[in-house]
């Protein structure tokens, strides 16, 4: 079906309910095409299994896009406990599902704890409901983003319907990415199991293929603001593409003259033709709207070398490798991500700590000197930097390689090399 035709199909879904907890009309053509919007994604990133989101907003009156027995479940929890507008439930697609729902079974004490910087974001972890039940759901909602119910689903929510699919998006990456960790632990350590083993090897069998970089985009150095806006736009819808960052995670930058062109926060980085942000290198002002909280970085590359392209993605594997550290008894663990003393890298690419943002821990003061050395740099927990000098041809094919890199590396430290 085509992205039009499946808009339409799910469009079409918002129909007035006669039953309790059944589905009633989202008020509005600009509700319904939001709500639309993010169910299609969902759909479209293999983040959710096709026919099995539900989203809108709970309470006596509940609006929904579909009926669903969940409705009643959701409609019915205390007042309070939604906290937000919009609440989104799905099945996750796989590799996800297997990932989450192997870590819902075995969480001590029903919470799955990630260390990725998704997870400290936004989530701060992920709590497991014992069944789909309002007492249940309840009990682990109220203060929480996000719970994982074992077989059945993840339950989401935002203040909207963009926001409930981030953290749905968030949950997805956080669940993958500990479960890959968790697993390359347990093999080293010689305690993979008998349903790690088996759940592993389904999973495996469900990885897309690496991501591969075909050259073409737009060649600079850019001269004006039209051809960096589209250079930005093309590269954005390539990196989604590619698999190497959830459309709302990364960001992207370009710097021309005085000024710097980067993607806006919480912006889609496949919808970056009207989200961008122009700012002032000299002043710091900001023209277009709120920059990515990756701006102290972007700006410290702008100021200290001579790249004008910059990229920060979130590829799966090298979010994974870039936590695989086999020190022992180190004074650092549990604040890797601030402050690590101990050189790491991959290939040559220097790991380094750092925040989102700047102050003391911030990733402005430990990507911009390694990015020099390598134009790239690894963040611990954060995905990638790349760079280069005129346009982002290099600078994608550079985080593609080293996307591809990590997961060659994963396997072969898995003792499965040819699964990579």
Known sequence: MQAKQKLQHISGLYTAGTLPGMAVNIKGPMMQQETAKYETRLYKEGMAEPGTALLGTPGTNGLWNRDHPACKVLNSLPPGTEQKNTILY????????????????????????????????????????????????????????????????IIAKGGNPAEAYLDFSAACFAGFVKFFSDTLQAARAGELGKKRTQAFSRVCKQLPQPAVFETGLMTGPFETESTVKNAIAETGKKIVKRGLVNACFGNISYRRDDSLYISSSGSFLDELEDDLVMVNIKDGSCTGGKPS???????????????????????????????????????????????????????????????????????????????????????????????????????????????????????ERMGNPHTS
Do not use: W
């Not at 996750?92 to 819902?104: G, K, Q, V």
């Not at 997870?119 to 983003?145: G, H, I, N, W, Y």
């Open 90 to 153: 799905a099945k996750p697609a796989e590799p996800y599902a297997t990932t989450i729902y192997h870590l819902s079974e075995t969480a001590p004490n029903r919470v799955i704890c990630p260390q990725d910087s998704e997870t400290r974001m936004f989530l701060q972890d992920l709590p497991v409901a014992e069944k789909l039940d309002t007492e249940s759901v309840a009990l682990v909602l109220k203060d929480k983003k996000c719970v994982i119910v074992p077989h059945q689903g």
């Open 293 to 411: 909280s990756e701006l102290p970085t972007h700006l410290e590359i702008a100021a200290s070398t001579d790249f004008r392209a910059v990229l920060h993605g979130h590829p799966l594997f090298t979010v994974i490798m870039s936590m695989d550290c086999r020190e022992e008894n180190c004074t650092h663990q549990g604040a890797c991500h601030l402050d690590c003393p101990v050189p790491r890298e991959i290939s040559a690419i220097p790991i380094v700590p750092g925040e989102t943002g700047g102050g003391a821990f911030g990733l402005n003061r430990t990507v911009p000197a390694a990015i020099k050395k390598a134009k790239a740099a690894i963040v611990y927990g954060h995905g990638v930097f790349t760079c280069a000098s005129n346009d982002f041809n290099n600078a994608l094919g550079r985080m593609i390689t080293i996307e591809r890199i990590c997961r060659r590396i994963y396997f």
